[in-house]
């Protein structure tokens, strides 16, 4: 049986009780009307205003329902995102020497749609693939979206076959997801273009909320062991990006 | 911002003294950037048309950025092989010799207030324009200079004393980093000197004729310098560490993007956008009104350049987002074009102070045309960016017209290169390729690599062409035929905002 979770109930009352007043509330009324002892509801009110659930009146410091309530649903602008990405994203193919991609979900959840795509500085003639639609299956960083944005895609139905090294059994991709979840990074052995791998880690936004997948992509043997394993120094240094990106997104509408 | 760097690991420190902020980057041996700090400064704007800042709290900003800098890569001064200097151009600044206090708020580039003394001199602009390369404008550092000397008490007695120095930023810097009162070293490089309205552009040395002429008194004159040498040793700030490089901003980037052949050129997108290309040896002249510069002196024998500035690119966005409140971030104006496949017959002639290089006309004024019924805020959004793109194709073409050497690709940096809709865009119109280095700090870039030249960490610039990596290019796609129908529309668009401002 899946446990109830008392706060997050009472998180969902306050905020009914928010939207259903017409007024700002005062935290004395809020208590009373939820019985709830006023430390527990100013904690709640504390943590739903810093996630920009509930607003609070500076004047009277009474409390209302805050601005992101009314976003939620509404994907970050992409175009946000990459302005926000971009030094990053260079300072990660300068350390690594791999081509960076970063994909969000495509508008209809069939495909990553790349938002920005850093050349592999190594001077080989390469094409802008900024704004292209990739398999969700059989990318890394698709495959970091259906791991960490599950509500965001849906995997093709059947699972289409690009290279030798493509998941097509939905059985096996369900296990790779599961795998991919556990470790925290999503691998390409070359699903999508044959020799090519790559590697993807999720973009949260401060909730924890998957809003992209940033990777690297570099022939398949540089980022992996003779033995298939991932080699630990791109995935730290995209540990790190992701983390500096998300702290950039931070503040932004 | 900061990645991890080996504590044996040297590095060269670049110092970008920018027009809002001031900030200190380190840079390894491959070009990559390894720590950077920033600290804004206060802009003073006294009366209309006047545009101020305080020299000793940007003085003080470097002191507080260079260790913030150190700190975050874990470094210290003895990892610093040398120390480079960018700088916004052409703001001029004053001080004691003896105390290191300025006597007056540093005068911007932005700053109108000369327009009286610049008048003045039309009857005289033939021989600015033979000497200096440049007809006299309010954009520059010499009447600047001028009006100081006139209005702050002291300021002209002191200077024929001897007691009081001119310098643009880097000259203040310099001297500063390098012991002020005691000791400091007053130069000027060659490519801000060259901004002067003062420097004899063939000879690179002040020209007694154009200082008589403005009236400045040659004691006060920092001495030109190449822009790779070691000028002095920093004493308090990074003690031991050579100042070794320095050029204004503009020319920073034509190095920092390895711009070193004959036609090669690059463009900064920024609040406005700064067109320079390579001449080599030769001074362009330009009959379209382009302003012949020194590009960079890092042998024996100067490269001259022509540069192109288009007055409003980002600030064009940024009117859009603030003023039309019709984008609330700058970077979703992407996202505003692309909900339509095209302008829509829209054009936007942002000629908001008149229209520069290559047409000149003061009187002209913005203007949007085209507007029916079937337009809407993307239509709007999309001929914002292709105004940014066509005033590239009107400098360019200039430019080629006027220095006969043709350009073959573009290199862009800047913070609008982040607008991947904007620099396809820039490619069809131009139909050049556009590139983008990895790295976007082509400004502090070129100043690091100035320095690192003048003490050996780099051997010579064929090695910094190496570190030069490709992030992204552009192809141009358009259609030939649609390209010239785009082109006189936005000529004839053009032509409705000339001389707006003269009627009525």
């Given at each position: 049986m899946v446990r109830h979770i008392q706060s997050v109930a009472r998180a969902a009352a306050l905020l009914r009780l928010l939207g259903g007043a017409g007024r700002p509330l005062a935290l004395a009324e809020l208590a009373a009307a939820l019985d709830l002892p006023r430390p527990t509801a100013h904690g709640l009110l504390r943590t739903l205003r810093e996630e920009g659930l509930?607003?609070?009146?500076?004047?009277?410091?009474?409390?209302?329902?805050?601005?992101?309530?009314?976003?939620?649903?509404?994907p970050w602008d992409r175009h946000d995102l990459r302005a926000r990405a971009m030094n990053w994203a260079d300072a990660l193919a300068a350390g690594t020497g791999c081509a960076v991609y970063l994909g969000v979900p495509a508008a209809d959840g069939r495909g990553v749609d790349v938002v920005h795509h850093v050349f592999r500085p190594d001077g080989s003639p390469q094409q802008l693939r900024t704004n292209t639609v990739?398999?969700?299956?059989?990318?890394?960083?698709?495959?970091?979206?259906?791991?960490f944005a599950p509500a965001s895609v849906r995997a093709a139905d059947p699972l289409e076959r690009y290279t030798r090294r493509t998941v097509t059994d939905p059985v096996e991709l369900a296990r790779t997801l599961e795998s991919t979840?556990?470790?925290?990074?999503?691998?390409?052995?070359?699903?999508?273009?044959?020799?090519?791998?790559?590697?993807?880690?999720?973009?949260?936004?401060?909730?924890?909320?998957?809003?992209?997948?940033?990777?690297?992509?570099?022939?398949?043997?540089?980022?992996?062991?003779?033995?298939?394993?991932?080699?630990?120094?791109?995935?730290?240094?995209?540990?790190?990006?992701?983390?500096?990106?998300?702290?950039?997104?931070?503040?932004?509408? | 911002m900061s990645t991890a760097v080996p504590a044996s690991e040297r590095v060269v420190a670049a110092i970008d003294q920018g027009t809002t902020s001031t900030r200190c980057l380190l840079f390894t041996r491959s070009g990559r950037m390894v720590a950077v700090a920033q600290?804004?400064?206060?802009?003073?704007?006294?009366?209309?048309?006047?545009?101020?800042?305080?020299?000793?709290?940007?003085?003080?900003?470097?002191?507080?950025?260079?260790?913030a800098a150190l700190r975050r890569a874990g470094l210290g001064p003895e990892n610093v092989a040398a120390l480079g200097i960018a700088n916004q151009r052409e703001t001029t600044v004053v001080w004691n010799r003896h105390t290191g206090v300025p006597l007056a708020r540093a005068i911007t580039w932005q700053d109108t207030r000369t327009d009286g003394i610049v008048s003045g001199l039309a009857d005289t602009a033939g021989l600015y324009a033979e000497v200096s390369g440049l007809g006299p404008a309010t954009y520059f550092a010499g009447p600047r200079l001028q009006w100081l000397l006139d209005h702050v008490p002291g300021a002209r007695d002191g200077a024929e004393r001897g007691d009081v120095l001119f310098g643009t930023m880097e000259s203040w810097l310099i001297w500063n980093l390098t012991g002020g009162p005691d000791g400091g070293v007053h130069v000027t490089d060659v490519t801000n000197a060259s901004r002067t309205m003062l420097m004899d552009l063939r000879t690179l040395e002040w020209s007694p004729q154009l200082c008589a002429a403005l009236r400045v008194p040659p004691r006060m004159l920092p001495r030109i310098v190449p822009n790779a040498q070691v000028y002095g040793t920093c004493t308090g700030l990074l003690p031991g560490v050579p100042v070794a490089g320095a050029l204004g901003d503009q020319q920073a980037a034509l190095v920092g993007?390895?711009?070193?052949?004959?036609?090669?050129?690059?463009?900064?997108?920024?609040?406005?956008?700064?067109?320079?290309?390579?001449?080599?040896?030769?001074?362009?002249?330009?009959?379209?009104?382009?302003?012949?510069?020194?590009?960079?002196?890092?042998?024996?024998?100067?490269?001259?350049?022509?540069?192109?500035?288009?007055a409003m690119t980002g600030s064009l966005v940024q009117w859009f987002r603030d003023a039309l409140g019709m984008i609330s971030t700058a970077a979703r104006i992407e996202t505003l074009a692309m909900s339509v496949p095209d302008n829509g017959g829209c054009y936007v002639v942002p000629a908001f102070s008149g229209l520069y290089a290559p047409r000149w006309n003061?009187?002209?004024?913005?203007?949007?045309?085209?507007?029916?019924?079937?337009?809407?805020?993307?239509?709007?959004?999309?001929?914002?960016?292709?105004?940014?793109?066509?005033?590239?194709?009107?400098?360019?073409?200039?430019?080629?017209?006027?220095?006969?050497?043709?350009?073959?690709?573009?290199?862009?940096?800047?913070?609008m290169t982040a607008n991947h809709l904007l620099m396809q865009c820039v490619a069809d119109v131009l139909d050049l390729t556009v590139e983008r280095p990895l790295g976007s700090e082509a400004v502090s870039l070129g100043a690091a690599y100035a320095?690192?030249?003048?003490?050996?960490?780099?051997?010579?610039?064929?090695?910094?062409?190496?570190?030069?990596?490709?992030?992204?290019?552009?192809?141009?796609?358009m259609e030939p035929g649609l390209r010239e129908r785009e082109h006189v529309n936005w000529r004839r668009a053009v032509e409705r905002s000339i001389g707006w401002a003269r009627s009525g």
């Open positions: 509930v607003a609070q009146d500076a004047a009277s410091g009474r409390y209302l329902l805050g601005d992101d309530l009314g976003r939620l649903g509404t990739q398999p969700l299956h059989a990318t890394a960083w698709g495959t970091c979206l259906l791991a979840r556990r470790r925290g990074w999503a691998a390409d052995p070359g699903g999508w273009e044959p020799g090519e791998g790559g590697l993807a880690v999720p973009v949260r936004s401060g909730g924890g909320l998957t809003v992209a997948a940033l990777g690297v992509g570099a022939p398949a043997e540089e980022l992996f062991t003779p033995d298939g394993r991932a080699r630990p120094d791109p995935v730290q240094e995209l540990y790190t990006a992701a983390g500096e990106i998300a702290a950039g997104l931070e503040g932004l509408v | 600290r804004e400064h206060r802009q003073h704007f006294p009366a209309p048309g006047r545009a101020e800042h305080d020299a000793t709290e940007i003085w003080r900003a470097v002191t507080r950025v260079v260790p993007q390895t711009c070193f052949a004959p036609g090669e050129a690059k463009c900064t997108y920024g609040t406005g956008a700064f067109l320079l290309k390579n001449t080599g040896p030769r001074i362009a002249s330009s009959a379209a009104g382009l302003i012949p510069t020194v590009g960079y002196l890092l042998g024996d024998r100067p490269v001259y350049a022509l540069e192109g500035s288009i003061p009187d002209a004024r913005g203007v949007i045309v085209g507007l029916t019924s079937y337009i809407h805020r993307g239509h709007l959004a999309r001929a914002v960016l292709e105004a940014t793109a066509w005033q590239t194709r009107e400098v360019l073409d200039a430019m080629n017209r006027d220095s006969g050497v043709g350009v073959t690709r573009l290199k862009v940096d800047g913070g320095a690192g030249l003048a003490v050996g960490y780099w051997p010579d610039p064929d090695v910094l062409r190496r570190n030069w990596h490709r992030a992204a290019a552009w192809e141009p796609v």
